[in-house]
């Protein structure tokens, strides 16, 4: 086996594209990563890439953008000997990681090796279900309008992704100036849609992470007053249905394993499982690292 540190994300996909798109909607977050990382090579001030192949065939997949959670892939079933070479990597590197996300297995096994390795402690943060829709039950739209955010709606949409980051666990102290900042510069991309029932915007959503056959549904938010109306599933079918007639094939999107209500609300809307995902926080030494954005899961 071989590792390569990759200095650039053309190499990187050389090794990798072919793979990650086998299953494009399971690996819509490395792609989304790299898809940013190609179009806009300031957007990250750090990156780490790198591969491990045995032979011509690809072990494993790595990409890191600090202060985020280290992102790993692999289409085998064991691949202890690649994250090996991986950890080994980041360790003489002298790279920390604030924790790792990627499937199921692979995720824990990246963890435990990384553990083995480093005075630290591993915690579960979230268990995640990937899931992809080619086709919207319409049935699940209500009365309303979706729309794209603009300007008029900055305090909405970054007060519904400052109570978003609270609500999901992401972060439990977020920065709200940091929150407006992001979404006043995100507005004008008009990836951000709103739900208006009546006049009066209730729930908001988000297009993220494109890839060459399918986009995300992201940043789904329905201010706590307003909830249990079928607002988000009214947002999130029409989001995905536009999504849809813009060309793309399929939607994806993350869920949270412990809300069975939004798992549930997102199969009626024709979204059917295609694998699981745990997110792990790192705990290095005593030092407990701060409970960190994965801001590519919003992005």
Same mark, same amino acid.
């Given at each position: ?98 924790? /790792?996300?990627? !499937? +199921? *297995? $692979?995720? &824990? %096994? ?109 940043? /789904?938010?329905? !201010? +706590? *007053? $307003?909830? &249990? %109306? ?70």
């Amino acid at each position: 086996m071989k590792l390569n540190k990759h200095r650039n994300i053309d190499t990187f996909l050389e090794e990798t594209l072919k793979y990650l798109e086998q299953s494009e909607a399971l690996n819509n977050l490395m792609l989304g990563i790299c898809n940013t990382i190609k179009n806009n090579p300031d957007y990250y001030s750090d990156v780490y890439l790198a591969t491990v192949k045995q032979g011509e065939e690809l072990a494993i997949a790595a990409v890191m953008t600090p202060p985020n959670k280290l992102v790993v892939y692999s289409n085998r079933e064991e691949c202890d000997d690649a994250i090996e070479l991986l950890v080994g990597d980041l360790r003489n590197r002298n790279i920390d990681i604030p924790g /790792v996300i990627g !499937p +199921k *297995e $692979l995720s &824990k %096994r990246t963890c435990d090796i990384w553990s083995k390795y480093n005075d630290c402690k591993v915690k579960l943060e979230m268990n995640m279900r990937v899931y992809e829709l080619r086709e919207v039950n319409k049935n699940t739209i209500g009365e309303g309008i979706l729309r794209p955010a603009d300007e008029e709606d900055l305090e909405f949409v970054a007060q519904g992704r400052y109570d978003f980051e609270i609500d999901t666990g992401l972060n439990a102290s977020p920065d709200k100036e940091k929150c407006y900042e992001v979404v006043r510069n995100r507005l004008p991309e008009k990836t951000i849609f709103l739900w208006e029932d009546a006049g009066k915007v209730v729930s908001m959503a988000a297009k993220a992470r494109p890839t060459q056959n399918g986009a995300t549904v992201a940043l /789904v938010h329905t !201010p +706590k *007053e $307003l909830r &249990k %109306r079928g607002y988000a599933t009214s947002c999130v079918a029409a989001l995905s249905q536009h999504l849809l007639d813009s060309g793309y094939k399929f939607c994806s999107l993350f869920t949270d394993l412990a809300n069975p209500t939004s798992n549930s609300i997102y199969m009626k809307i024709g979204y059917k499982p295609v694998g699981d995902y745990d997110s792990y926080i790192i705990e290095k030494g005593e030092i407990t690292i701060t409970k960190l954005i994965q801001i590519e899961l919003l992005e």
